[in-house]
T-cell receptor, first 114, second 110 residues
């Protein structure tokens, strides 16, 4: 099956701990994105990458880090510097070919602070 | 001012009614317009995608774009309880980044 997978489905973080959320796609998409969703606020862009070994900050990058070592993988690390990490995290991807730029989303990871 | 404004609702309608959802946007450089449906605790799924002013139909769904007014709409005809979800409008600029509305929660009562 083609698609975007995110793991784990639920993640618990202790204070001061870094945690990493996984995102993998087998759609051969060029670009990948991480969003954070809080109730009543829609989706906010954390980081995005349009090519391997390159990525850009989104609107709320502070306290997060990413890597893009492979085209199919774009892990997100929530660092201890992120003081309010409880949220629903969504990974998305798209191709950058003309006329096919729509983003497709994974199932999400819910991060909770212990 | 947010780039994309969407009434969060909630919106409750009886089964069979027409659901009307709207968003306004401020940046005239936006070029692609999308509607996503999100069920509780799930990732959004793409419903409709268009890039020009006018109407686009897909089954019970119609997306409408008015670029001169910076206004987009989604209509759901013959609504079903399975249409109960949060609907997100999203607009893309030339940099491929999406700007989302806050989402409208819809409940279709059987």
């Amino acid at each position: 099956d083609g698609g975007i997978t995110q793991s784990p489905k639920y993640l618990f973080r202790k204070e001061g701990q870094n945690v990493t959320l996984s995102c993998e796609q087998n759609l051969n998409h060029d670009a990948m994105y991480w969003y954070r969703q809080d109730p009543g606020q829609g989706l906010r862009l954390i980081y995005y990458s349009q090519i391997v070994n390159d990525f850009q900050k989104g609107d709320i990058a502070e306290g997060y880090s990413v890597s893009r070592e492979k085209k199919e993988s774009f892990p997100l690390t929530v660092t201890s510097a992120q003081k309010n990490p409880t949220a629903f995290y969504l990974c998305a991807s798209n191709t950058l070919a003309g006329g096919q730029e729509t983003q497709y989303f994974g199932p999400g990871t819910r991060l909770l602070v212990l | 001012q947010k780039e994309v404004e969407q009434d969060p609702g909630p919106l409750s309608v009886p089964e069979g009614a027409i659901v009307s959802l709207n968003c306004t946007y401020s940046n005239s450089a936006f070029q692609y317009f999308m509607w996503y449906r999100q069920y509780s605790r799930k990732g959004p799924e793409l419903l409709m995608y268009t890039y020009s002013s006018g109407n686009k139909e897909d089954g019970r769904f119609t997306a409408q774009v008015d670029k001169s007014s910076k206004y987009i709409s989604l209509f759901i005809r013959d609504s079903q309880p399975s249409d109960s979800a949060t609907y997100l409008c999203a607009i893309m600029g030339y940099d491929y980044k999406l700007s989302f509305g806050a989402g409208t929660t819809v409940t279709v009562r059987a």
